[in-house]
């Protein structure tokens, strides 16, 4: 696990799994950035029966207060496979808990957290370009603003352009420096 002040960043547990399907599945709570898909529960749990939501190339951690209640998730992935480094994408789960700070502390965390662990020099992270929320995380947490993906997505039955953001590993506060904070 990864002590924040506000939040701990954690491995998904088997148990876990009965109340983070219907979280993931909730159209009402996903917010207007996102795709308000469902979670397929057959193929999500055969994921995790794979993998544990972690591999070399993708990984999940859940995103807790420090009562153990789930706020949201984050995870890293491999965007282009020929670009090096990671995406990051992040969600918190219920509208009341946004906008409280949880996902700058955990992007900070786990990025510091990547940086350590895995061979990478380059994180990104793609934003709709409305969704000031999301961009101004990845500001608060040192991400550059490179440029816009013109009509990259496609949710809520319209294309959307992203906003990439970039971190490069010099320039993110050690793993130590984070968790001693």
Not at 77 to 106: C, H, M, Q, W
Not at 137 to 158: I, L, P
Not at 164 to 176: G, N, Q, V
Request: with cysteine; glycine share 8%.
């Amino acid at each position: 696990m990864i002590e924040g002040k506000l939040i701990n960043l954690r491995i998904v547990k088997q148990s876990d799994l009965e109340e983070l399907i219907p979280l993931l599945s909730d159209t009402r709570e996903r917010g207007e950035f996102l795709n308000p898909n469902m979670v397929n529960e057959v193929m999500y749990r055969k994921r995790y029966q794979e993998t544990g939501f972690w591999n070399e190339e993708f990984g999940s951690l859940l995103i807790t207060n420090k009562s153990g209640r789930l706020l949201g998730d984050i995870a890293f992935f491999k965007g282009v496979n020929y670009l090096p480094g990671f995406e990051i994408g992040y969600n918190i789960f219920r509208s009341e808990d946004r906008g409280k700070g949880y996902t700058t502390e955990a992007l900070r965390l786990f990025s510091a957290y990547l940086f350590e662990t895995k061979t990478i020099h380059r994180l990104e992270v793609h934003a709709d370009m409305n969704n000031t929320g999301s961009r101004k995380v990845a500001e608060k947490c040192g991400f550059t603003y490179e440029g816009m993906k013109r009509q990259a997505v496609y949710a809520r039955g319209s294309y959307s352009d992203l906003a990439i953001y970039s971190m490069l590993k010099h320039e993110c506060p050690s793993f130590t420096e984070m968790i001693q904070k």
